[in-house]
């Protein structure tokens, strides 16, 4: 290498050596990496190892709540390699990450707010959006095959919703639902929602609840802020419920 400013570390890796079980870590920089100056086998390696920390961060950056073993399939790579991945890129575990985003998301939200709410809240913007996480155990079965009952879903949902609006008591004037398939315990539901228009103390709210990539549930609320002058209600048109 020329002189000027030093190489640029990369990330460890270990080398196998020439003698039998014999393992070296070492250090490569960009430089090294250049074609040439390392054998093209460990090169490639580098490449492709990159290439899957970058895919582990987008996927966690889309799904912050994706365990390692979803980390696996997705990647395609066993799970001992997304840990050590994660401790290379100083991700902190799954729990960790909740814990974090728990404490973050609470922040705004007033104490009455955060004892009615039904799951774990994970993100919040009052007026646009919140994210929260449910996972159902057996005592929340209530059905012959096992599923859960669906007003734990809605109750996971409605509670989002009124968390998502701005600072101050709410109700739900109305609500539109579907239930797209049946959950089950241990399934990881994870509701967003998103603050639509607002208009004379009327809030719209849509909430999607997943599990993994697949719609489980969705609804539509129009809240009414407790405020809000009786006149101003007199002109709202609500939102027909639907089973």
Same mark, same amino acid.
Not at 19 to 43: C, H, T, V
Not at 67 to 77: I, N, Q
Not at 133 to 162: C, K, N, R, W
């Given at each position: 290498?020329?002189?000027?400013?030093?190489?640029?570390?990369?990330?460890?890796?270990? /080398?196998?050596?020439?003698?039998?079980?014999?393992? #070296?870590? !070492?250090?490569?920089? *960009? +430089?090294? &990496?250049?074609?040439?100056?390392?054998?093209?086998? #460990?090169?490639?390696?580098?490449?492709?190892?990159?290439?899957?920390?970058?895919?582990?961060?987008?996927?966690?950056?889309? %799904?912050?709540?994706?365990?390692? +073993?979803?980390?696996?399939?997705?990647?395609?790579?066993?799970?001992?390699?997304?840990?050590?991945?994660?401790? &290379?890129? %100083?991700?902190?575990?799954?729990?960790?990450?909740?814990?974090?985003?728990?404490?973050?998301?609470?922040?705004?939200?007033?104490?009455?707010?955060? !004892?009615?709410?039904?799951?774990?809240?994970?993100?919040?913007?009052?007026?646009?959006?919140?994210?929260? &996480?449910?996972?159902?155990?057996? *005592?929340?079965?209530?059905? *012959?095959?096992?599923?859960?009952?669906?007003?734990?879903?809605?109750?996971?949902?409605?509670?989002?919703?009124?968390? @998502?609006?701005?600072?101050?008591?709410?109700? #739900? +004037? @109305? !609500?539109?639902?579907?239930?797209?398939?049946?959950?089950?315990?241990?399934?990881?539901?994870?509701?967003?929602?998103?603050?639509?228009?607002?208009? %004379?103390?009327?809030?719209?709210?849509?909430?999607?609840?997943? /599990?993994?990539?697949?719609?489980?549930?969705?609804?539509?609320? #129009?809240?009414?802020?407790?405020?809000? *002058?009786?006149?101003?209600?007199?002109?709202?048109?609500?939102? !027909?419920?639907?089973?």
């Amino acid at each position: 290498m020329t002189g000027g400013a030093p190489p640029t570390w990369g990330v460890p890796f270990f /080398v196998l050596t020439g003698k039998k079980g014999l393992f #070296i870590l !070492a250090w490569f920089s *960009e +430089e090294l &990496l250049r074609p040439g100056l390392i054998p093209e086998g #460990i090169a490639l390696q580098q490449v492709q190892k990159r290439a899957r920390q970058r895919r582990l961060l987008k996927l966690l950056e889309a %799904n912050p709540l994706m365990t390692d +073993e979803d980390l696996a399939r997705s990647l395609s790579v066993s799970v001992s390699t997304v840990r050590l991945d994660r401790a &290379l890129l %100083n991700v902190p575990e799954l729990r960790e990450r909740m814990r974090e985003m728990a404490e973050k998301a609470s922040g705004p939200l007033s104490a009455m707010k955060r !004892a009615s709410l039904f799951g774990e809240l994970l993100g919040l913007e009052p007026g646009q959006w919140g994210l929260s &996480l449910l996972v159902p155990d057996s *005592e929340m079965v209530s059905a *012959e095959d096992g599923a859960i009952g669906g007003h734990y879903l809605f109750a996971q949902a409605a509670t989002l919703a009124l968390a @998502s609006v701005r600072p101050g008591p709410a109700s #739900i +004037e @109305s !609500a539109r639902v579907r239930f797209l398939r049946s959950v089950f315990p241990l399934e990881r539901c994870i509701a967003r929602s998103k603050v639509g228009t607002r208009k %004379n103390g009327r809030s719209v709210v849509s909430v999607r609840t997943r /599990v993994m990539d697949e719609d489980v549930f969705v609804a539509r609320f #129009i809240l009414m802020s407790e405020f809000e *002058e009786p006149e101003s209600r007199a002109g709202g048109k609500g939102i !027909a419920h639907s089973g």
